[in-house]
């Protein structure tokens, strides 16, 4: 579903050269759960935006569901399968948009079905993500994080997208928000499966929602291991966020 | 959207619609022609017939201030409404477009205002003679570029916020992104200032009336009242304080407007 190969991205920043990302190569299978796991500054962020198609890379090849995304100019196809989850909801949001506005965008622009039925379809989506059905009349600034960030949620899955980003999705909210959130991405997971990479600083977070977990580090790869063997890590930049996430 | 009616913008636009209404309406209400001169009744003082009393050429000063105010706020309502609307189009093309036209329309925005509104204004006077019509074109010659550079900076401001991306995402084309998230978040910012700007416009044409380059005598606006009293400020001060007392409150008024609207419009009260 996703191929990189010997991706890099560089920055000048006052006559410098900064390696973001630096010749990283690695692929998702269709409906694999991949983590990216780093510190601040690693490249984590930088490589969900290269996958996401807002950023190109320096040199590398990449590929999204087999087609060669590199030298393409209109993405719209290729985020009709494609979404992309960022850290803070309310910035996703325009201000003078109502919810339900908000929620409406994907079937206008795609021309899913018409605006009843789409309301209807909305309506649904707001119950399954455990939200009251009135939140829809609201706007951003009206409601919390946690609800936002749920609403986001079902605008992206109502989509019914092959592949997610998640950019720390969680890493604005509380920690019962944070649970919440997380168990519904789990449970829409579970009923209607999809591709996603998760990146997050925090690697036990990373463990509970993910299957593979690649840790970067200046802007390159340093371990790739499977979730449930994580305390087998090698690396010791692994096992230091490793013992950093307990 | 449970939210506090702004009450105050109500008051205020109902009383810049009666003060409007009040000038539109000069040639119904006004007592006297504006024009009209009568040496016998010059220099009167307030009465029954004159109101605000006389000028030194007789004319009736309420009269005067009802056609005048008909034409300041004439002028300055064009004046802003045109060079608005040109400076929300090249600003937001600018902001909106390519980093090539952004360039080139920003230099030429640059340009303009690197020269002195007054300056420009007195050449093109200079060269195409005094008139309403020449006061108007010659301010909006310079005044495009102020909306302009407000609208390219909030439209660069908001296509590269967060919820942008996320419409493109979502399948949003440019002319969408334009009109369903960049108008409405920019439009009530720049709606603001443009009415804050109606005030300084109907100060800087009375300005222009003042040094003799705006409106003509005998026609009434208030600063060429201004101008034509200007003699008579130790003998019949009331030929300067009416005209004067009329600008403050419009300006007042049109400010106080602006301040209403920017809380009225800020979504997160």
């Known amino acids: 579903m996703i191929q990189l190969e010997n991706i890099c991205k560089q920055y000048i920043n006052h006559n410098h050269t900064v390696h973001a990302v630096d010749n990283v190569s690695f692929s998702v299978a269709p409906n694999e759960r991949v983590g990216i796991a780093g510190g601040s500054g690693s490249g984590k962020s930088t490589l969900l935006r290269l996958i996401a198609l807002l950023e190109k890379p320096t040199?590398?090849?990449?590929?999204?569901?087999?087609?060669d995304v590199t030298s393409i100019q209109n993405y719209t196809d290729i985020y009709r399968s494609m979404q992309m989850m960022f850290q803070n909801p309310l910035a996703v949001i325009p201000p003078r948009m109502n919810l339900e506005a908000f929620l409406l965008e994907p079937y206008i622009n795609y021309g899913l079905m018409d605006i009843a039925a789409a309301k209807e379809d909305i309506r649904q989506w707001i119950q399954h993500v455990d939200l009251p059905e009135t939140i829809v009349n609201k706007y951003p600034h009206e409601v919390s994080g946690g609800q936002l960030?749920?609403?986001?949620?079902a605008r992206i899955m109502l989509m019914n997208p092959k592949l997610v980003l998640f950019d720390e999705p969680t890493s604005a909210l509380d920690a019962v928000n944070q649970k919440l959130v997380l168990d519904l991405l789990q449970?829409?997971?579970?009923?209607?499966?999809?591709?996603?990479?998760?990146?997050?600083h925090d690697i036990g977070l990373l463990q509970a929602v993910t299957d593979r977990i690649i840790v970067m580090k200046d802007g390159q790869i340093v371990e790739t291991i499977e979730s449930k063997r994580l305390k087998e890590a090698v690396h010791p930049y692994t096992k230091a966020l490793v013992e950093a996430s307990l | 959207m449970n939210r506090q009616k702004p009450y105050t913008l109500y008051v205020m636009l109902v009383l810049a619609a009666l003060w409007i209404a009040f000038f539109l309406c000069a040639p119904y209400i006004a007592p006297f022609d504006p024009e009209t001169t009568s040496i016998a009744d010059r220099l009167q003082d307030i009465s029954s017939t004159h109101l605000l009393g006389t000028d030194q050429l007789g004319r009736d000063v309420w009269s005067r201030i009802l056609y005048g105010g008909k034409a300041s706020l004439g002028i300055a309502f064009t004046i802003i409404g045109i060079s608005g609307a040109i400076g929300i189009a090249i600003g937001g093309l600018a902001g909106f477009s390519t980093p090539r036209i952004d360039r080139w329309l920003s230099r030429l925005i640059d340009l303009v205002l690197g020269f002195p509104n007054m300056v420009i204004a007195i050449a093109f006077i200079g060269i195409m003679g005094p008139s309403i019509t020449n006061v108007i074109i010659s301010l909006c010659i310079t005044k495009w570029a102020e909306y302009a550079r407000i609208t390219r900076g909030l439209v660069q401001i908001e296509r590269h916020a967060e919820y942008i991306t996320f419409a493109r995402m979502s399948g949003a084309s440019n002319l969408r992104i334009l009109?369903?998230?960049i108008l409405p978040n920019v439009l009530p910012p720049l709606?603001?200032?443009?009415i804050q700007h109606l005030g300084d416009a109907i100060i800087l044409v009375a300005s222009f009336s003042l040094i003799g380059i705006g409106v003509q005598p005998p026609d009434p606006e208030w600063g060429a009242i201004l101008l034509s009293s200007r003699d008579f400020l130790q003998t019949a001060p009331w030929l300067l304080i009416y005209p004067g007392l009329a600008i403050f409150i419009t300006v007042v008024l049109f400010n106080y407007i602006g301040d209403a609207l920017r809380d009225a419009l800020d979504v997160s009260r």
């Open chain 1, 59 to 67: 040199s590398g090849n990449l590929w999204l569901f087999g087609k």
């Open chain 1, 149 to 153: 960030q749920r609403v986001v949620l």
């Open chain 1, 187 to 200: 449970k829409l997971h579970r009923e209607q499966p999809f591709g996603y990479v998760f990146v997050s």
């Open chain 2, 179 to 181: 009109w369903r998230y």
């Open chain 2, 191 to 194: 709606v603001i200032v443009i």
